[in-house]
């Protein structure tokens, strides 16, 4: 239990200081340590340390890794999910964060459907229309949450974005302060089943800022299991 464990301790200290000064529970902010690329055995070090949610990006990573971890991990889809994988992990996960689509959103409701079950879900919103980032524009988002919201096997908790990269994380500040506005929008709105529960928002560049402007939920891969091996 070495660099895995310290690593988590110091992340976790950072989330609790960093809600502490915007005046928040450190229980209102939960960490989502991003497992992708990761071997089964760094995430098992990591829930052998207390860590509960694992985010995944990839489809075939998930799948892969889930039967060969404990079955008390809470795992999250956080990547770009193509409507012709949803299959593959319904009932698999615990939160999807990359709800970009009306599309996608009834695929997720007729697989989870199929089983009988429901699905959280996170819009994703595109702030900096970046073209290379999904996401749903902030003109399209009350229209595309009262949508999803008519689906009954999809649950909507929150929303998700992924701002530009910046070598300064105050840069990212505005887009996470844009997204807890719109989370208010959408609250204001009233529509009947949604959720604002959830803001997915910051990784481990910037996830102090991010609960400052109101996260609920860190994605941190690098800080935590070290930078990516891809092969």
């Known amino acids: 239990m070495g660099d895995i464990a310290q690593h988590l301790r110091e992340i976790q200290e950072r989330i609790a200081q960093a809600a502490v000064r915007a005046g928040r529970d450190p229980e209102t902010v939960r960490l989502v340590a991003v497992s992708k690329t990761k071997p ?14 694992f985010g995944e990006n990839y489809v075939q990573e998930l799948v892969t890794k889930q039967p060969e971890l404990p079955a008390e991990i809470s795992w999250h889809f ?3 999910l193509q409507s012709n994988k949803v299959r593959q992990i319904a009932g698999k996960v615990d939160l999807v964060h990359s709800v970009d689509r009306l599309s996608l959103a009834r695929e ?11 699905c959280d879900i ?33 649950k909507v ?21 844009k997204l ?28 102090e800022a991010a609960i400052e402007e109101g996260a ?11 930078e990516r091996q891809y092969h």
């Open 216 to 226: 609920t939920l860190v994605r941190v891969g690098s800080a935590l299991f070290g």
């Open 157 to 177: 908790k929150g929303l998700m974005t992924m701002p530009p990269f910046f070598d300064d994380p105050e840069g990212a500040r505005p887009y996470f302060r």
């Open 108 to 118: 997720i409701d007729r697989q989870w459907g199929a089983l009988g079950k429901v």
């Open 180 to 207: 807890s506005e719109m989370a208010e929008e959408v609250r204001q709105a009233a529509i009947p089943g949604v959720e604002m529960l959830e803001l997915s928002m910051g990784m481990s560049g910037d996830f």
């Open 40 to 53: 089964a055995a760094a995430i098992a070090e990591a829930f052998a340390c207390g860590q509960v949610i």
């Open 78 to 80: 956080i990547g770009n």
């Open 122 to 154: 996170l819009v994703q919103v595109n702030i900096s229309r970046e073209e290379t980032k999904g996401g749903a524009s902030s003109e399209e988002l009350l229209d595309l949450v009262r949508e999803v919201a008519q689906l009954p096997h999809v």
